[in-house]
Every structure is written in C-alpha cells, then in structure tokens.
C-alpha cells in the first residue's frame, strides 16, 4: 500500500512538472508515451516530441479489453458460375457492332428544308416558352450527330432521309411528312392476304351425284379452296393526330380477289350438275369509300364529336357477336370525360354481298340497320370497360338468289313466301380485368317480330338471349381461358313464339376464332337448302346465309362450353390451342325440318390449335397456320348419316356410315406495306 501510494504521489508530481496541451477534437489528451499505469499504455506529448494521433479505425475506446479482430469471412458455399458459352443461334455479335469499336465512320443526318407559309407571330417570338426557338420544319429537326457501328446503315433511327416509300424511314406515303403544308397528310397501305383452305364438310349427295349407283344420301366432303385479296388504301387527312383528333378525313379502299374451289359432289358450287365440281372467280369492289369531319372539341383535353358517311367499317360490341360488317352507312361518334365515355350512333343502309368473297356490291338491299352504343371505362372496377348497346334490323321483304342460282331470301324451308323481320337487340357487354381475373363478357335480349317465319308457317314474335363469357389468367408468357356460349333456342317451333337466337351479320373472334372448326365452318343442314350454321358464326340459325340470307329465330340454339391457352412463346411467335364441347339447346326444330323423331343434344367435340408468326415484330409479315378438328357425337349422327337404318323384315342396304372426324386446316400469308 505504502508503495502504491508512493507511485501515485510520483506520478502526481510528474504530471504538474509537465506542460499538457489540448489537441485537436480527436485527441482528447496527450501525456507523456513512457509512463504505464495499470497495464495501460498512456500517450504523452512534451515540448520535445509530437506524433500523429490514431486513425478512428485503430482507436479502441476501452483500454482495459484487447483489441478486436475482424474475424474472417467462411469460404462460400457456391462459388462463382462462369460465363456459360451462347447457345445455338446465340452467337456473339459480328465484329462490325462489337465494343469497343475503332475506326467507326459517323453518320451524319440529312438535313431537310421544306417550304412552308411564314408566320409572322412565330418570327416574332410570341407564344414560346422561356430558352426556345422557333423551328420553320418541325418534321425533320432529327436526331444529333451520332457515331456507334462501324456499319452506317444499323443507324436506323437516326436517319432522317425522306423516301418515296420505305416500310421503316421517314416517307410522304405513309403520314411521316405532309404533302401540303404543315398538317395535310397521305398514308397509302397496301396488302395482299393470302389463304388456303382444305377441309371436310357433310356435303350432300345431290339430284346427280358424281358417283354413279350411290344410295347414300351423304357422298364425299373434302373440299380445296383458296382465295387472294389484294387491296390499296388511300387515307388524306388534316390534323397533328399524335395531340387531338383530324379535322377532316378521306378514306378509299379497293379490293381484288380471285377464288377458286374445288369439291367432291355436284349441286355444291352450281344448282346445274353439268357445270361440274370446281369454280373458279375474279371479283372487283370499293369496300372503303367514306368522309369524317371534325364538329367540335367538347373540352381542353381533345374530348370531340365527329361524324362519318359513306362505305366504312363498323363493330357493335368488343367480340362482334351480333354486327361486325364494312357497309353504307353514316355515324356520329366521339368521346367525354378525358376519354371515359366513348359513343356511337349509326345508321346502315346495306349493300348486297358477293357470293364468292363477302365483298360488297354496288347493289342495294332492302335492309336498314341502326346502331347506339356507348362505353364507360372503370365503370364498376378499375381496369373494366362497359358496353351498353341498341341495335335494330328491318329487313324488308324482298326475293334474291346468289351468283351460284340458289334462292337466299326467302329461305326454301317449309312455307316459302317473301317476309320481313323486325328485330331490336338490347346488350350489356364488357371487357377488362378484376385484379388478376380477365374478363369478356355479354348478354343480348332480342325482340321484335317475323311477318312469316318459314318454319313456323305464320307470324311469330321475337323473344331469344344470347350470353357468353371468357375468364382467364396470365401466368408469365401463357393465357389459360375458361369460355362460356350460350344462345336460347327454340322449344315449340310450331307455336307463334320465336325464341330461338339469332344475329345480323356477327363474326366473333370466340373459342379458338379461325382455326375452331365449329367457328370457322358452315355446313348444310341434313340435305336441305339451308345451313345448320354459318361460316364465322357460332349461332345454329337454319338460315340461307349469313351474308344474302335473313334472320331466323326458329332454331335449337346452342350451348358451347371450352377451355383456351394462349402462348407467347416468343416476341415473334404465338401460339393458340382450344378444346370445346357443343350442345344444341332444344331439337324440336331439328325433328320437325327433318321429319324424324331421333335427335340428341349431344352435339359434337371441337379441338384446334394454330400460331401467328410475325418475322419482322412489325404487322408488315404476319404468316398464321392451323387446324381444326370436330369430333361427331350422337346429336352430330342423328343429322349426318349417310342413309336409313334398316327396317326388320324389308331388304334394305345396311345403315350408313358417318364420318369418325370433320378436319379444317388453314394457312394465311399477310403482306402489308
């Protein structure tokens, strides 16, 4: 204790005996380096010798513990993955667009200076925001200097060199710069579309068959059609469509198509069987030729009112299930509420259709169709868009028989007489997402009247609904679709009640669109002079013809229930694959036309798949292929046997055969410039 005291009493001694000095705020007190008290090591600062204090990463604020050391990171449990070497078709990029590149040659825009009107305000510098200029020619200011591949012409986008036509560079064909002024453009679009067909359909016999000592009333369905339409459209309009809608507009489309067919049995492509099993046609149309005009802006944020006459397209609803058709006729149209509300209202005066191609006539016909329409988008949800719709068809009594000689209207079913038919169609559709759900859906109430329904043999009044519904999931690059179609139909034909569903001139993109069988194919009713249903439909109507024929609400309805997948298997490649079962709703109408008392329901199967192929990730090559198979169950049977069953005790020939399948393949080659 005495020399511990002794010690203490030193050091106190020492301490006054020295200068002590305050440092900087880092040091917080220096003393002398050579005294230790307690194990510790005290530095010391005199007026001989001075030292650099610790580092912050080297100070240890407890004298007393030892010093830390970081401890050492384990080895990793997976080490690095090396660069795997490109697969096939993954090659490294040529040497001319490798990094780093020397000897690069720049690109140096194209200067362009059209002549334009002056304007004196613009000279003048009013109407510009702070630190601008103004620019005479606003459609060639380009893009800077730019240097980046050795090979110039990859420097697409900085290009400015006006063409006479290029599917890609600035052109005055195509609406990149106008023709006349400052805000008058011309877009030409030209397109050839390409389709071949092969197919099996239930064909009849015919009065003459091509095979001599057949008792079958079914012969042989194969059939070979192709079809070419090559159209030019000429658009000129005035106004900047990237800000707000054209002041004025005229459109011209003209149509070229050339068919040909070629079947197995007479009586198919000519009432007269000496003409043969084949046909082969040329057909001209204007199937576009319309006028828009700009009324009136209806707020800041371009919400317009515009109006349309003439030859144009038009349809009502998102999947065209009762009007999707290009026909005379005049709209009012426009937006409110920064594009919530969207309306239409149109009138159509139609036009014949040709037999061969579905194109329009310079023929009219004793048809008016009127159309109002409007959408609400977020109307229940956000992400949903609602349809209200109101369509009403007068289709006038008039007699008419297609370029092959068949009658068309009336249609040669039970009592044959010239009839109108009044029909008003009243739909609630939509289309959108409720979060991660997908939904398209309809519902459509028709009512109206028959002034001699041929089936019924007297006048009949119109009550029928059609309902349809798709669900579906994205799930990475797959679509799974759940659809639902349903169309009432009729359960006493004889009665003067229509209940049976039927549409104006629908063509629905629906449960697999042109590569289903069942959507895409028509085909005869068992024999007679009508279809069991139309091409691109999915209504079972008996009617002549979707295009020449009228409505008929004296059917068995149908019922479709499918499952979809849609693949985007690469950017350029889609893929598309449906399964579908179908059902008629009532067959009352089917025994009574058929004059049996054998008909099922139990329609058929239905299975597609196809893909869309677009080589260039642009709509100027869209090559699309596919094929369709239907699957006959014991409805299918009852229509299509080929003869009678045999009767006990009378010689007769066996029962006839029906076909195990029905195929569809098609291949379409789009060329749009």
């Given at each position: 204790m005495a020399l511990a005291g002794f010690l203490a009493w030193v050091d106190i001694v020492i301490l006054r005996s020295q200068t002590v000095e305050l440092g900087p705020a880092h040091n917080v007190l220096s003393l002398r380096r050579d005294l230790i008290f307690a194990n510790a090591t005290l530095l010391a600062q005199n007026d001989q010798s001075e030292e650099s204090p610790l580092a912050h990463a080297e100070?240890?604020?407890?004298?007393?513990?030892?010093?830390?050391?970081?401890?050492?990171?384990?080895?990793?449990?997976?080490?690095?993955?090396?660069?795997?070497?490109?697969?096939?078709?993954?090659?490294?990029?040529?040497?001319?667009?490798?990094?780093?590149?020397?000897?690069?040659?720049?690109?140096?825009?194209?200067?362009?200076?059209?002549?334009?009107?002056?304007y004196p305000e613009s000279d003048q510098g009013e109407g510009l925001l702070p630190g601008s200029e103004p620019v005479p020619n606003r459609w060639f200011i380009g893009f800077g200097r730019w240097k980046r591949y050795a090979d110039p012409s990859t420097e697409t986008t900085y290009q400015s060199e006006l063409r006479l036509w290029h599917p890609y560079l600035q052109s005055k064909l195509k609406g990149d710069a106008p023709i006349y002024g400052?805000?008058?453009f011309l877009n030409i679009t030209a397109e050839d579309f390409f389709q071949f067909e092969t197919r099996k359909l239930p064909t009849p016999s015919g009065v003459s068959t091509a095979r001599p000592n057949s008792s079958e009333f079914f012969g042989l369905?194969?059939?070979?059609?192709?079809?070419?339409?090559?159209?030019?459209?000429?658009?000129?309009?005035?106004?900047?469509?990237?800000?707000?809608?054209?002041?004025?507009?005229?459109?011209?489309?003209?149509?070229?198509?050339?068919?040909?067919?070629?079947?197995?049995e007479r009586n198919v492509v000519n009432p007269n069987p000496q003409n043969g099993t084949t046909r082969e046609k040329e057909f001209y149309s204007l199937q576009e030729a319309f006028a828009e005009m700009h009324l009136r802006d209806l707020s800041n944020n371009y919400d317009f009112i515009s109006a349309r006459a003439g030859i144009q397209p038009f349809v009502s609803d998102f999947r065209g299930f009762i009007f999707n058709d290009t026909n005379l006729g005049a709209r009012i149209f426009g937006n409110y509420d920064n594009n919530r509300w969207q309306y239409n209202i149109a009138a159509f005066d139609m036009l014949e259709k040709d037999t061969y191609s579905d194109l329009n006539e310079f023929k009219r016909r004793d048809q008016q169709i009127y159309v109002a329409n409007v959408f609400r988008q977020d109307l229940i949800w956000k992400g949903y868009t609602g349809e209200l719709s109101f369509l009403a068809n007068f289709d006038n009594a008039s007699r008419h028989y297609d370029k092959n000689g068949f009658i068309t209207r009336p249609a040669p079913i039970g009592t044959v007489a010239d009839h109108y038919v009044q029909a008003y169609y009243l739909g609630w559709t939509g289309d959108g997402h409720i979060g991660w759900l997908n939904i398209d859906?309809?519902?459509?109430?028709?009512?109206?009247?028959?002034?001699?329904?041929?089936?019924?043999?007297?006048?009949?009044?119109?009550?029928?609904?059609?309902?349809?519904?798709?669900?579906?999931?994205?799930?990475?690059?797959?679509?799974?679709?759940?659809?639902?179609?349903?169309?009432?139909?009729?359960h006493n034909p004889t009665n003067e009640h229509a209940t049976g569903f039927d549409t104006v001139f629908d063509r629905p993109f629906f449960i697999g669109g042109p590569?289903?069988?069942?959507?895409?194919?028509?085909?005869?009713?068992?024999?007679?002079?009508?279809?069991?249903?139309?091409?691109?439909?999915?209504?079972?109507?008996?009617?002549?013809?979707?295009?020449?024929?009228?409505?008929?609400?004296?059917?068995?309805?149908?019922?479709?229930?499918?499952?979809?997948?849609?693949?985007?298997?690469?950017?350029?490649?889609?893929?598309?694959?449906?399964?579908?079962?179908?059902?008629?709703?009532?067959?009352?109408?089917?025994?009574?036309?058929?004059?049996?008392?054998?008909?099922?329901?139990?329609?058929?199967?239905?299975?597609?798949?196809?893909?869309?192929?677009?080589?260039?990730?642009?709509?100027?090559?869209i090559l699309t292929a596919g094929a369709g198979f239907l699957i006959p169950r014991w409805g299918y049977k009852d229509i299509y046997r080929a003869n009678t069953e045999p009767v006990f005790g009378f010689p007769s020939p066996s029962p006839g055969h029906v076909d195990s399948f029905l195929y569809s393949a098609i291949v379409t080659l789009t060329l749009t410039y």
């Open positions: 100070f240890n604020p407890d004298p007393g513990a030892s010093r830390r050391v970081e401890p050492t990171a384990p080895p990793e449990l997976f080490p690095p993955v090396l660069p795997q070497l490109p697969e096939y078709g993954e090659e490294p990029l040529p040497r001319s667009l490798e990094l780093p590149r020397k000897g690069v040659r720049e690109v140096v825009p194209q200067r362009r200076k059209l002549e334009y009107e002056p400052q805000d008058i369905g194969d059939q070979l059609f192709y079809a070419n339409d090559f159209s030019i459209g000429v658009d000129l309009f005035e106004g900047e469509t990237a800000f707000k809608p054209v002041d004025w507009a005229l459109r011209l489309l003209g149509f070229y198509n050339h068919n040909y067919i070629d079947v197995e859906h309809a519902f459509y109430q028709v009512f109206g009247e028959d002034g001699l329904n041929g089936i019924a043999g007297k006048r009949v009044e119109i009550s029928a609904q059609m309902a349809a519904l798709e669900l579906s999931v994205d799930k990475d690059w797959l679509r799974h679709k759940l659809s639902v179609f349903y169309a009432s139909g009729d590569f289903s069988f069942f959507s895409h194919q028509g085909f005869n009713l068992g024999g007679t002079s009508v279809n069991f249903k139309q091409r691109d439909s999915l209504v079972v109507d008996f009617r002549t013809s979707k295009s020449e024929g009228q409505s008929n609400f004296v059917n068995p309805g149908a019922f479709i229930v499918g499952y979809g997948l849609d693949a985007d298997i690469t950017p350029k490649l889609r893929g598309f694959m449906n399964v579908n079962y179908i059902r008629t709703i009532d067959t009352a109408t089917t025994e009574l036309v058929l004059f049996t008392n054998k008909a099922s329901n139990d329609f058929a199967l239905d299975c597609s798949a196809g893909f869309e192929w677009r080589p260039l990730l642009t709509e100027n090559i």
